[in-house]
Nanobody, 122 residues
Framework: QVQLVESGGGSAQAGGSLRLSCAAS????????MGWFRQAPGKERERIAY???????NYADSVKGRFTISKDNAKSTLYLQMNSLKPEDTAMYYC????????????????WGQGTQVTVSS
């Protein structure tokens, strides 16, 4: 049974850090792509980052250099390390996965978590 569960969201001050986790069932290695998306009120859903089965990564310009996506197949967990947080990073963050690429195409993602809220204050 496929299940993605995010955790690690919360509140942080600008310039601070948070690490989001996504526990994947059954295993992270079964997916061609895993990614992080976010959506803020009044804005379109944004793809933040993805990682493929060979650990190649890609980042949106809005987070490049500040966020790092990684996965630990042994723990079956996807991570998003968020550093140098900005108020505009405030959003609901979602973990997603797919067995069908392309990784850069949002609709390709078949499985989604319920989301975790990140709020960054100035």
């Amino acid at each position: 049974q496929v299940q993605l569960v995010e955790s690690g969201g919360g509140s942080a001050q600008a310039g601070g850090s948070l690490r989001l986790s996504c526990a994947a069932s059954p295993y992270t290695y079964r997916y061609s792509c895993m990614g992080w998306f976010r959506q803020a009120p009044g804005k379109e859903r944004e793809r933040i980052a993805y990682i493929d089965r060979f650990d190649s990564t890609n980042y949106a310009d809005s987070v490049k250099g500040r966020f790092t996506i990684s996965k630990d197949n042994a723990k079956s967990t996807l991570y998003l390390q968020m550093n140098s947080l900005k108020p505009e990073d405030t959003a609901m963050y979602y973990c997603a996965a797919t067995t069908s690429p392309p990784c850069a195409w949002g609709p390709a993602y078949q499985h989604w978590g319920q989301g975790t809220q990140v709020t960054v204050s100035s």
